[in-house]
């Protein structure tokens, strides 16, 4: 069970890292990494997990703040963010 949550550990790092530095705002005068921003790719991604991923999600398990709200309301949360774009 460890190896299979490290694995998943190092996936999300490794994406996390990626994703930041695709994100990462560049031309030809400089280069200045992304922060303070909500990645909606990342967000909507949540809806691709199964639903006890996702309520790890929720209860923060992995580590982080517990979120005030059930797995139902994030879904929707999620899916009303998404519809804007």
């Known amino acids: 069970m460890f190896y299979f949550l490290s694995f998943f550990f190092f996936?999300?790092?490794f994406l996390f890292c990626f994703i930041f530095r695709w994100r990462s705002f560049a031309?030809?005068?400089r280069v200045a990494e992304a922060r303070n921003?909500?990645?909606g790719d990342l967000i909507e991604a949540f809806l691709d997990?199964?639903?006890?991923k996702m309520q790890e999600v929720v209860e923060a398990r992995q580590g982080g703040t517990p979120l005030d709200m059930?797995?139902?309301d994030l879904i929707k949360y999620?899916?009303?963010l998404a519809g804007l774009h």
């Open 11 to 13: 996936l999300f790092m």
């Open 27 to 29: 031309n030809e005068r």
């Open 37 to 39: 921003f909500i990645d």
């Open 49 to 52: 997990l199964p639903p006890e």
């Open 70 to 72: 059930s797995v139902d």
């Open 78 to 80: 999620v899916e009303e």
